[in-house]
C-alpha cells in the first residue's frame, strides 16, 4: 500500500512504514514558532509544568511581529515578558521588526523539507510550501513541547487537489487556494491534510505555494503539503539531494478524497464579507466603491505580489479619499 505526503513525513519521524490514518504516535519536533501575543502564556505555562531548561533553545524561535508596533500600553508586557524568557533559557533565534512569522520561518532557513513544525498561529499551515508537516497549537501545548522536544498528534487523512494546465492572466494561486476553500467550505477539511499536485502546481514559485499552503487552515486544514523539487531546493539554499524530493503523494495511496482542477477554468475572484468562503468573481463586483486597500499580509506580501501589483498601477495615482497601505512580509522584501 502507498503512502501520502504526510504518512510519509510522520513515518520517517518516527521511524515507520505503516503509519495510517487515525493513528495516535508521538513525533520528534524539528523546530517551533513562539510569536509574541502567546509568548506570555508560553511562559507561564511551561514554568508551571515545572520545566527548567528548554530541550534545545537552537530550535525555538520568538518572532515580535503581531504587535509590532504596540498599539496598546499593555502590548509592551509582551516584550519585556519575552525578552525575559529569552535571557533565562538562552534562546538565540529571535526576531524583533523583522517581518511576519510565517513569511520569516522559511525565509530564514528555519524550516527544511521532511521537517515537523509547530507554531502559536494558525496559519503555521505555510511551512507545507517547502513540504514541511507545520500546524498551529496553542500555549500548553508549546510549552509541552519546549520542555519535552516531542508531541503527539492523531495522522491525518488526505484529501487529494490535482490541478494541470496553465493559469489564465491575472489569475494567481491566490483565485485557486479561495476556490478550493469555496468547495470544500470553511469546515471541509477539519483535520486533514490537503496535498497538492499536478503541472499548474510544478510550476509555481515557493512564494505562490506558500500562499495556497497558508489559507488551506481556512478549510479546516491541520497541513497543506507540496512536493518539494528544484524550486524548493533554491529557496531554502540546500543541494538538491536533501530537499526530500521523494515526498510524493504514492498513486496507490488511500485519500480521503480526490478534487481536480484545470487552470483554465479560473477567474480572478474576491473574497466578500463576511466568511472567508463567501468568493464572488471580481467581474461581479466591478464598480464597487472602496475605501482602503491593503497590500500585504502573510498571504500576500512577498516580491511577487508587490510585482504584481505594480504592474497594475504602474502610471495611475491612488483615488481620492482611498487609503493604501503596502506592508512587505519581511524586511528582507521590503529592502
Known sequence: MGATIIEKIVGRNIGRTDVKPGDIVTVNVDRVMIHDIFIPFVAEKFEEMGFTKLWDPDRVVLIYDHLVPASQVDDTRHFR??????????????????????QLMTEAGYVKPGNIVFGTDSHTTTYGCVGAFSSGIGYTEMASILGTGTMWIKVPETIRVNIEGELPA?????EIILRLVVDLRADGATYQAVEF???????MSVASRMTMSNMAVEAGAKCALFTPDEKTAAYCEIPLTEAETSLVGDADAVYARTLNYRAEDFVPVLACPSQVDNIHPVAELAGTKIDQVFLGSCTNGRLEDLQRAAAIIRGKKVAPFVKFIVTPASRKIYR
Open 197 to 203: 499536485a499536478g503541472s499548474t502546481v510544478e510550476a
Open 81 to 102: 515578558v519575552g525578552n525575559a524568557f529569552v535571557e533565562k533559557y538562552g534562546m538565540k533565534n529571535i526576531h524583533r521588526s523583522d517581518g511576519i512569522c510565517h
Open 170 to 174: 491575472n489569475v494567481s494561486s491566490k
